[in-house]
């Protein structure tokens, strides 16, 4: 049992920055990976970032890479995507997900929408003038 709510999406301009979060609650949910995905409209699911249990692990899109940070927070309860220089290409709904990990020091996260098992119900950023 696992439930993650997204918050801290809106509407911001070209070249502005927000902040998602990502809440994780219920029984040991300190024990997953977590990976931030977005969807735009007639567009596939995309995984843009992930970061692992204890946070060693990170991987970006090259779409995100450089502007995009990931980043735990509460004792790995909270998940942070800081966006910055944010473009109209960002549009779209913004999701986190959850793995199931084991503690490894050897653990590389993925961005692959089959490898996690919870979603939260996502939160929306647009990015216009």
């Known amino acids: 049992q696992l439930q993650l709510v997204e918050s801290g999406g809106g509407l911001v301009q070209p070249g502005g920055s927000l902040r998602l979060s990502c809440a994780a609650s219920?029984?040991?949910?300190?024990?997953?990976?977590i990976g931030w995905f977005r969807q735009a409209p007639g567009k596939e699911r995309e995984g843009i970032s992930c970061?692992?249990?204890?946070?060693?692990?990170?991987d970006y899109a090259d779409s995100v890479k450089g502007r995009f940070t990931i980043s735990r927070a509460h004792a790995g309860k909270t998940v942070y995507l800081q966006m910055n220089r944010l473009t109209p290409e960002d549009t779209a709904v913004y999701y986190c997900?959850?793995?199931?990990?084991?503690?490894?020091?050897?653990?590389?996260?993925?961005?692959?929408?089959?490898?996690?098992?919870?979603w939260g119900q996502g939160t929306q950023v647009t990015v216009s003038s």
């Open positions: 219920g029984f040991m949910s300190d024990y997953y990976a």
């Open positions: 997900a959850a793995k199931h990990q084991i503690l490894s020091q050897r653990y590389q996260c993925k961005r692959e929408v089959n490898e996690y098992d919870y």
């Open positions: 970061i692992s249990r204890g946070g060693g692990s990170t």
